[in-house]
């Protein structure tokens, strides 16, 4: 009772009054909460205190209460650190304390509880090391330490739990691979690691457990392809998700043996190939996953694997986007399960009409078809869609009219079909739709009137937007901008004159207007930039609660502001692709600030690079390429890289967001690429920075770091060269041309001097098809055959890919001053002896400390001789690679898996060979 009473006292919050049962007037053995042991009279058995809302900490006096085999107090919010004093129960059986807030590390004195089965500490904050201590619970049969903050490697005495048949591990700081003695878990039914920070390959030892029927490997950076007997291996398996890692190859097609599968996600990674086309023998399937994938098989074959998935009559979520997948889609479409939630095709290269049959899936609530190359018209059997939610139709070319069976869907809530060639009238029954929220119809040819039906929908809290259409007659009286984020000038001409006529409240950033509005002066420099372009445009394109009708102003005034100033016809047609969103000049110049520069990030031979901020919900902070098109050459260099860049997909690649190729408001030509903004800079003013200052914020880049690095430049130039659909030449790789982002990963970028092979041949050698035989690299990093007439090709990229290299480890610019004549980069590294490494590299690789991974080498010296021992190989890998002769250089696929085994190896991960 005493031990009770101290666990009471620990309680600072009890809004269920649950401890107004325990005193003195009930015997304790009938506290609420408290179970006593038929066996042993008045001994706490259990202490059952789950989802009450308590708040405090543990006492450390529950260790006197040795007979209890039960603790739950799960779904509470007890703090402070889980007592020690817990490893006295040496008869506990079930450790309940999920979904709570205890601090402190693993307690280790639990392990000395032989005859633990259940261990729970899901979602806590719970920190440092999985203590290898847990290996010796034989019995253990659950361990579950999700959403915590452990760090540091899997501990390999996880293996000895021969008896463990769940373990959750996700959402935490893991880090390393995974323990080849986890294969040792025979019994294992569930391993779920998603959320971490885990590398290398899976261990083969672990397809050898035959009764997993969970597995969860999602979110960390594992590579290497899956077994192609992956669906035998696991016959049981029901449940496999290795979305967002770096598995590559074929998608094995043993999954549709699996016939117990019922949810599959491959997402975010890079297998390519076809999908299987016997998934549809999976008939528990409920989903499918596969979107965020260079997959790709014949275009016009791509989509038959639909068709064998109408056998899948549970299947609730189809998950396509962000493929390669191409070809029309199938009839048969219609004939998928009759439970489909999720239909995501979008961002691909689906071409053809949208099949009438689609409408036979009454049960849909999300259809994504945007960004492919739709044709034809919209069906009218879309209005069988009465469950719908949400459509997203964007960046096609579909063509007719807006079927007035919309307004059949009146749950809908967004419907996207802006950048089509849509005709005819907005149908009025779309006001029946009275939960939309957001209408896109904006980029198309829209003709007629705005219905007021549309405009007076109270639902419209995210936006309408109807701009650069062919719509006329009056405006509607139901006009209303409040709580958006408009910023800037307000006007004062036209509806703005009245104050009564509309409402702009809740958009705190606006300034100037009527001075009734009460709203602050615009600084000086906007108002500048406002009222000398304020006759011409209309700020507002998108709106929402419930809508603005302005937009129809703002098409009459860009159209007559082309037509008539300018009197020069304009293109919104991008380079890349109707795959990509566009941006108008105006919002390019709005989201850089006039091109101020104090945005500017970076200069090259054909422009300037600007960060930006988008007013998006989904994209915030982009790098903006605006090319100088008086240099000649730069038109030139922006359809390369509009080229190179419009079918690649890869993790170290930076990614392009949009080209735009406008005029601006002078009436001259405009063009410019959009990139996602990587934030850490170059690699060039990483490695060169801390030489030119004192500052004492320098930045200097560990040995792991640059070999980090080293192996991603690696895999962007082999995908480029390995494994897109037409091999792509890069020309210009060097260190200002790698972005590094937060985590210090590493995109390539710059491909305005890249080439497309056209065939396998042309690849490898040095003859291709090109507009240019002139090819303008950088000295230093360009091949030598380049510099007397040689074309392009894959192994010029090798060669500048070694000097990179030789440049990161050396810490010497391949135009330093010290390189003359015949003596250069490549000859002073070779020339050195394996004993001078340490007098030609970086000095600061060799000074820093030891790594968490190699201090059981006993001694700093030790570690000293592996440091050498890596930087010798790497040294090596860059002098093969930057050979003369093109014929002696290294392919880049094999410099990549050198890279990554002498990494694997200087960590400790794998024994040298």
């Not at 101290?6 to 309680?11: D, E, H, P, T």
Request: neutral net charge; hydrophobic residues 40%; aromatic residues 6%.
């Amino acid at each position: 009772m005493q031990a009770l009473l101290a666990i009471r006292n620990g309680i600072q919050e009890d809004p269920f009054n649950v401890f107004s049962s325990w005193n003195n007037s009930h015997h304790f053995c009938k506290w609420q909460g408290v179970t006593c042991s038929h066996r042993h009279h008045q001994r706490v058995s259990a202490i059952n205190l789950s989802s009450l809302k308590l708040s405090g900490s543990l006492s450390p006096h529950i260790g006197n209460l040795t007979f209890l085999r039960v603790i739950d107090l799960v779904d509470n919010n007890f703090h402070g650190v889980i007592p020690q004093a817990v490893g006295r129960l040496f008869r506990i059986r079930s450790l309940y304390l999920g979904n709570n807030s205890f601090k402190g590390e693993f307690p280790v004195n639990v392990t000395h509880c032989s005859g633990l089965r259940v261990i729970n500490l899901i979602k806590n904050d719970l920190s440092g090391k999985v203590p290898i201590q847990l290996g010796s619970l034989p019995k253990l049969e659950y361990l579950d330490l999700t959403q915590n903050h452990f760090i540091a490697t899997i501990p390999p005495a996880l293996g000895n739990l021969s008896a463990l048949r769940w373990l959750y591990m996700l959402t935490n700081n893991l880090q390393g691979q995974i323990p080849i003695e986890l294969g040792k878990l025979s019994n294992l039914e569930v391993l779920q690691l998603s959320d971490n920070k885990l590398t290398g390959t899976i261990p083969s030892a672990l397809f050898n457990i035959s009764k997993i029927h969970y597995l969860a490997l999602a979110s960390n950076q594992f590579h290497g392809s899956l077994p192609p007997n992956l669906g035998l291996v696991f016959p049981k398996l029901e449940t496999i998700l290795m979305g967002a890692n770096w598995f590559s190859g074929t998608i094995p097609g043993s999954l549709g043996n699996a016939s117990g599968l019922v949810q599959i996600s491959f997402a975010e990674n890079s297998f390519t190939g076809g999908i299987p086309q016997n998934l549809g023998d999976l008939q528990q399937l409920e989903v499918l996953q596969f979107g965020g994938n260079p997959l790709a098989a014949e275009k016009a074959n791509d989509l038959h694997f639909l068709t064998s998935l109408t056998n899948c009559t549970k299947l609730r979520w189809l998950v396509l986007y962000n493929n390669q997948l191409g070809g029309v889609l199938p009839t048969s479409i219609g004939n998928l399960s009759t439970k489909l939630v999720g239909l995501n095709l979008d961002q691909n290269y689906i071409s053809g009409s949208i099949p009438p049959e689609i409408g036979s899936i009454v049960t849909l609530e999300v259809l994504t078809l945007n960004d492919n190359y739709l044709t034809g018209n919209i069906p009218n059997s879309i209005g069988k869609f009465i469950m719908m939610q949400e459509i997203y139709l964007s960046n096609n070319k579909i063509s007719g009219k807006i079927p007035a069976t919309f307004g059949n869907m009146s749950k809908l809530s967004i419907l996207l079909s802006n950048q089509n060639m849509l005709d005819g009238n907005i149908p009025v029954s779309l006001g029946n739709c009275v939960n939309l929220q957001e209408l896109d119809l904006s980029q198309n040819r829209l003709t007629g009137m705005i219905p007021k039906q549309i405009v007076g929908l109270p639902s419209l809290t995210l936006g309408l937007s109807v701009a650069q259409n062919f719509l006329a007659g009056p405006l509607p009286s139901e006009l209303n901008l409040s709580y958006n984020r408009f910023e800037g000038e307000v006007p004062s001409e036209g509806v703005f004159s009245n104050i009564s006529a509309f409402s702009i409240t809740g958009n705190n950033k606006l300034c100037g207007g009527n001075k009734a509005l009460q709203l602050p002066a615009c600084p000086t420099k906007i108002l500048k930039k406002q009222k000398k372009h304020l006759s011409n445009r209309v700020l507002i394109i998108a709106i929402s609660v419930p809508v603005c009708i302005i937009l129809l102003l703002a098409c009459i005034c860009v159209t007559l502001y082309w037509k008539k100033r300018l009197k020069v016809k304009t293109t919104s047609t991008l380079s890349l692709g109707n795959q990509y969103p566009n941006l108008s000049y105006a919002e390019l110049l709005q989201a850089t600030e006039g091109f101020s520069p104090r945005n500017l990030i970076g200069e090259g031979s054909y422009g300037s690079v600007y960060k930006a901020i988008l007013n998006s919900e989904t994209i915030r902070a982009i790098a903006v390429k605006v090319l100088n098109l008086q240099v000649r050459g730069a038109s030139k260099s922006f359809l390369a890289e509009c080229e190179a860049l419009r079918n690649i997909r890869h993790r170290n690649l930076v990614k392009i967001i949009t080209a735009c190729s406008s005029i601006d408001f002078k009436g001259n030509e405009f063009k410019a690429l959009v990139f996602e903004y990587i934030s850490n800079g170059s690699l060039e003013s990483w490695l060169h920075s801390s030489r030119s200052s004192n500052n004492e914020d320098s930045r200097n880049l560990n040995l792991v770091q640059r070999l980090n690095i080293a192996v991603d430049v690696a895999s962007a130039l082999d995908y480029l060269h390995n494994h897109c659909e037409t091999p792509v030449i890069h020309c210009d790789l060097k260190p200002s041309n790698v972005l590094l982002d937060d985590d210090l990963s590493a995109c390539v970028s710059d491909f305005g001097l890249a080439r497309i092979c056209l065939t396998e041949t042309s690849a490898s050698t040095h003859t291709h098809s090109s507009t240019s035989s002139r090819i303008r690299g950088t000295i230093g990093y360009m091949a030598p055959e380049y510099a007397v007439g040689g074309e392009a090709s894959i192994k010029g990229d090798v060669y500048s890919y070694g000097i990179v290299l030789l440049e990161m480890f050396t810490g010497k610019r391949p135009t330093d001053n010290m390189f003359t004549d015949n003596f250069n980069l490549h000859n002073h590294v070779k020339m050195a002896a394996a004993e001078q490494v340490m007098e030609i590299v970086d000095p600061s690789l060799i000074s820093e400390g030891p790594t968490e991974s190699n201090r059981t080498t006993g001694s700093s010296r030790g570690n000293v001789v592996r440091t050498l021992k890596c930087l010798g190989c790497i040294l090596q890998i860059g002098v093969m690679c930057s050979a003369d002769l093109p014929s002696e250089r290294m392919n880049i696929g094999d410099a990549l898996n050198e890279l990554q085994v002498i990494r694997d190896v200087y960590l400790g991960k794998r024994e040298k060979k």
